[in-house]
């Protein structure tokens, strides 16, 4: 069982670039999540998609956009990667069957430089 | 926005010591979480508690729900416990309770 599967684990990327996380759940989660985790500060949220076909910004969306492609994917996107994106990004999912309090799931993390 | 604040920042302790970390929180919530971030990076959610206490294994969390605060317990610590402990909770304006709000984390090493 996969769970929570990234891609890529590792990039570096110039400034200007633009690349897309890619995530993949296998649960059958309805909501899925992508924050960042920098030193010193605790994982923050960039979107949210609490199911197919809706996304919800978190507390730091700008510089990305993302896809909900199908109940599966949820991808993340930088459109023109600036230095202040190097960090390392988690993708999450939880089942949200209208139980409150359920736990996430995490991905590897994606590890993304910006030179 | 819930303030989270985790203690302390790093914590190193020889094998078989009692461990605790704390978590204070500054909004009332129903449910705090539990997370380990092992040093290869992964995460994994170890509790989920809104009152009391919970145990699995060696690791026991308790919650006070009107101090706002809480403790994970590590029992006769080992090495292989070594890892970063994060508390996390519930957005206070979020009323499905699935946004979080994460603590900065409190690295643990065992030392054999």
């Known amino acids: 069982n996969a769970g929570v599967t990234q891609t890529p684990k590792f990039q570096v990327l110039k400034t200007g670039q633009s690349m897309t996380l890619q995530c993949a759940q296998d649960m059958n989660h309805n909501s899925m999540y992508w924050y960042r985790q920098d030193p010193g500060m605790g994982l923050r949220l960039i979107y949210y998609?609490?199911?197919?076909?809706?996304?919800d910004k978190g507390e730091v969306p700008n510089g990305y956009n993302v896809s909900r492609l199908n109940k599966r994917e949820f991808s993340l996107r930088l459109e023109s990667a600036a230095p202040s994106q190097t960090s390392v990004y988690f993708c999450?999912?939880?089942?949200?069957?209208?139980?409150?309090?359920?736990?996430?799931?995490f991905g590897d993390g994606t590890r993304l430089s910006i030179l | 926005k819930n303030e989270v604040e985790q203690s302390p920042q790093n914590l190193t302790a020889q094998e078989g010591e009692f461990i605790t970390i704390n978590c204070s929180y500054s909004v009332g919530i129903s449910a705090l979480h539990w997370l380990q971030q092992h040093p290869g990076g992964g995460i994994v959610s170890l509790f989920m508690l809104s009152s009391g206490k919970k145990k699995h294994g060696r690791l026991i969390a308790t919650i006070n729900i009107q101090e706002k605060h809480s403790s994970l317990h590590i029992t006769a610590s080992h090495p292989r416990d070594s890892a970063v402990y994060i508390c996390?909770?519930?957005?206070?304006?979020?009323?499905?309770?699935?946004?979080?709000?994460f603590g900065t984390g409190t690295r643990l090493t065992i030392i054999p």
């Open positions: 999450a999912s939880s089942p949200n069957t209208g139980a409150p309090n359920q736990p996430q799931h």
């Open positions: 996390a909770v519930p957005d206070p304006l979020d009323f499905g309770n699935e946004k979080l709000t």
């Open positions: 998609s609490a199911s197919e076909g809706t996304t």
